[in-house]
C-alpha cells in the first residue's frame, strides 16, 4: 500500500529536523515528499545513514517504494527539453492532480523533400500560445520511417534531431530503428514500436541503446506478455499502446482498452501493466474523408484520452482548430485543482499611465488577472492595475468569502505606494465587489468608483466616468 499523509512518512524520517533538506521541520519535508516536490533522497541524513547500515538501507529503500507513483515515469529526451510521461497515481484529478503533462509530438517522415521537412520542423518548435501567465508550447518530433530506407531515415533523424527537440522513432523495421539510434541515441528517443512481429530484435535494441520502447498490441493479454517479457529483461523504461482506432466501435474499443490498462495498474495495483499510454491521433488520417474531416477527429481522439489517460500522443494537423483546444485542453487537465492559478500580487503600470489616469483594482487569479490586464492594453487604457492576494479566488467568491476586503485594499495601497505615483485618490473596482464601495472607502480614505461587472466594457465606462466630476 502507499502512503497518503505526511505523518505516514515521518515515521520512515530521522525526526530531527536538521533543516538540511531546506525545511525547517522533518514534518514539513513530508508534505513536501507526498505533493512530489522534493523525493526521500533529498533528505540527506537518511541516505548517509543507508550508506552506512543495511537496516537503514532497507528502510529507504521501502519508503522510495511507498512513495513512488503508480505509474512509471518515462523520460524522453534529454536536458531542459526533456519530457517527462506517466508518473501518475490517481485515476481522478480531484483525488490529487495529474502530475506529467500529455506529451504532444507532431509527424514528420523521411520521405519528405528537405525544405517541407524544415518548414514543418520550423512550425512545431516556434508554436507558442500565451495562456492565462503561461506559454504553451509543443513538445517533439514523431519521425516516421515511409522510405523503408535505413540510410535515408539515419540521416532525417540526424536532421530533426537538430532543432533539440524530444523525438519517438516511429519505424517497425529493426534496421531503420537501429540506424537511427545510432545516430541520436545518446538524445533518448522512444522507440515504436515493439510489436508481436519484431518484439526481439527492439528488445535488444532497447538494452543496448538504453533508450525508452513502446510495446504495442491491440490484445491487452499480448500487451502484458511483451511489458513483463521486456521487464525481466531489464527493460524500465516502457511505453503502453493498445492501438489507437479511430471511428466508431472501433475507437470504443479503444476507450475501454485504455480504461482498463489504467484502471489494473492503478486500482488492481498490476504493476506488469503500470507505464504510461501512447495514444496515436493520428490515426485520423487513415479514415475516409478531407483534411478538415480528419483533423477534426484527430482533435475529437486527443481530447477524450487527454482527459482519460492518455500520457502522450503522436499528431499529424498543426491547424489551430486542432492544436489550440487541444493544447488548453492539456493546460487545463493538468493543472492541480487543489490550488487556484495565480499572478503575483502588486502593482502594474498599463500603457505607460501618468499621475493622472485612473487607478483600477482586481483579484490575482490568473484568469480574471489577464482578462483585465488584456481588456486595458488592447483598449489602449492608460492606467495603474492593483493586483490583490485572493489566495488565487476570483472577484465574486473572493468578496463573498472573505479574500477581497477593505483592509486588504487598505494594505495593498499602502504596499505598493500607489498614492505616491498619482494626485488624486479615486479606486475602480470591480462591479462584482459594489458591496466594498462604503468600507474601502472608509478604510482608505479614498473615493470609490464602482466600474462594470465585465472589463471587456471598461473603456465606455471611462468615456463616461473620467475624469471624475468631483475632480472636475
Same mark, same amino acid.
Given at each position: 500500500m !502507499?502512503?497518503?499523509?505526511p505523518?505516514?512518512v515521518?515515521?520512515?524520517l ?15 519535508f ?17 541516505v548517509?545513514?543507508?550508506e552506512?547500515?543495511?537496516k ?8 522510495l ?30 483525488e ?5 503533462p ?9 520521405t519528405?523533400?528537405?525544405k ?11 508554436? !507558442? ?6 506559454f ?14 535505413p540510410k ?5 533523424? !540526424? ?11 516511429v519505424?517497425?523495421?529493426p ?14 528517443p ?5 510489436t ?14 538504453k ?16 511489458a ?5 529483461a ?6 503502453l499502446d493498445?492501438v489507437?482506432e ?11 482498452r485504455?480504461?482498463q ?9 498490476d504493476k506488469?501493466v ?15 474523408g ?25 499528431f ?35 500603457n ?7 487607478v483600477?483594482?482586481t ?18 487604457i ?14 465574486e467568491?473572493?468578496?463573498a468569502?472573505?479574500?477581497f476586503?477593505a ?20 479606486l ?8 466594498l ?8 480614505g479614498?473615493?470609490v ?5 465585465d ?18
Open positions: !502507499k502512503v497518503k499523509s505523518l505516514e515521518y515515521n520512515y530521522p525526526r530531527t529536523n536538521c533543516g538540511e533538506c531546506g525545511f525547517d521541520t522533518c514534518m514539513s513530508a508534505a513536501h515528499i507526498i505533493d512530489r516536490s522534493v523525493t526521500p533522497l533529498d533528505c540527506k541524513p537518511l548517509e545513514e543507508a552506512k547500515d543495511p537503514a538501507k532497507k528502510k529507504l529503500e521501502e519508503l517504494e511507498l512513495t513512488a507513483p503508480e505509474i512509471a515515469e518515462v523520460v524522453i529526451g534529454v536536458g531542459e527539453n526533456a519530457v517527462k510521461i506517466g508518473g501518475e497515481e490517481v485515476l481522478h484529478r480531484h490529487l492532480t495529474f502530475f506529467n500529455t506529451g504532444f509530438f507532431y509527424d514528420v517522415w523521411d519528405m523533400d528537405d517541407t521537412l524544415e518548414e514543418r520542423c520550423d512550425r512545431v518548435v516556434s508554436y !507558442k500560445k500565451f495562456y492565462v501567465g503561461n504553451l508550447t509543443l513538445d517533439g518530433f514523431a519521425v516516421r520511417c515511409t522510405s523503408g530506407d535515408r531515415y539515419r540521416e532525417v533523424v !540526424k536532421k530533426v534531431a537538430s532543432y533539440g527537440k524530444p523525438m519517438i522513432l519505424a517497425l523495421d534496421e531503420c530503428m537501429e540506424a537511427a539510434l545510432e545516430e541520436v541515441a545518446d538524445q533518448r522512444l522507440m515504436y514500436a515493439a508481436e512481429g519484431n518484439w526481439k530484435e527492439f528488445l535488444k535494441m532497447a538494452l543496448e541503446y533508450v525508452p520502447v513502446t510495446l504495442r498490441a491491440k490484445d491487452l493479454d499480448v500487451l502484458k506478455s511483451m513483463v517479457t521486456f521487464k525481466q531489464g527493460v524500465k523504461d516502457i511505453v493498445p489507437t479511430p471511428l466508431g466501435e472501433g475507437l470504443k474499443g479503444t476507450f475501454e485504455v480504461i490498462l489504467r484502471r489494473t495498474a492503478i486500482a488492481g495495483q506488469d503500470a507505464y504510461p499510454i501512447m495514444i496515436t491521433p493520428i490515426a485520423a488520417w487513415l479514415i475516409e478531407d483534411e478538415v474531416t480528419k483533423s477534426y477527429w484527430e482533435a475529437v481522439i486527443a481530447s477524450m484520452f487527454i482527459v482519460k489517460y492518455g500520457d502522450v500522443m503522436i499529424r494537423s498543426l491547424d489551430q482548430h486542432v492544436v489550440m483546444p487541444t493544447i488548453t485542453l492539456r493546460f487545463n487537465i493538468y493543472t492541480d485543482p487543489r490550488t487556484p492559478v495565480q499572478v503575483e500580487p502588486g502593482l502594474r503600470a498599463i505607460d499611465p501618468g499621475p493622472d489616469d485612473p483600477f483594482i483579484t490575482n487569479f490568473a484568469l480574471t488577472y489577464y482578462t483585465v490586464e488584456s481588456d486595458l492594453t488592447s483598449g489602449g492608460k492606467g495603474w492595475l492593483l493586483v490583490l492576494n485572493t489566495e488565487g479566488l476570483g472577484v467568491v473572493s468578496v468569502g472573505g479574500q476586503t483592509s486588504k485594499v487598505k494594505e495593498l495601497i499602502e504596499e505598493t505606494k500607489i498614492e505616491e505615483k498619482v494626485n488624486h485618490k479615486y475602480v473596482i470591480p462591479g462584482l465587489a459594489a458591496r464601495q462604503g468600507a474601502i472607502e472608509d478604510e482608505t479614498w473615493k468608483l464602482v466600474g462594470p461587472m472589463s471587456g466594457r471598461i473603456k465606455g465606462w471611462l468615456e463616461k466616468n473620467w475624469p471624475p466630476k468631483e475632480k472636475e
